[in-house]
């Protein structure tokens, strides 16, 4: 079964916060990885738009979505550490 952009994000947001209510991964690392994924996602579809391969662009194009999340994950993480 396949997940929406939607379901994705939650599925990331779930994954990272642990029963707890601590975080498995630091606002900061979400960050940095979404930076990293962003960046990859614009160069796979610069890619794949120069070799003319629409798969190449929408794996780009989800990817850079994936990181922009992750950066909004980070920090909304941020946020709700400062009001700790």
Do not use: C, W
């Not at 391969?53 to 980070?74: D, F, L, T």
């Not at 920090?75 to 009001?83: G, I, P, R, T, Y």
Request: aromatic content about 4%; proline content about 1%.
């Amino acid at each position: 079964m396949e997940q929406t952009r939607g379901s994705h994000v939650y599925s990331m947001l779930h994954i990272s916060v642990r029963a707890n209510g601590r975080y498995a991964m630091s606002d900061f690392t979400d960050k940095i990885k979404g930076t990293a994924n962003e960046a990859i996602g614009k160069a796979k579809v610069a890619v794949g738009n120069s070799m003319d391969n629409p798969k190449m662009v929408a794996k780009g194009a989800a990817q850079e979505i994936k990181g922009k999340a992750q950066q909004v994950i980070g920090a909304v993480k941020s946020e709700l550490d400062k009001k700790k």
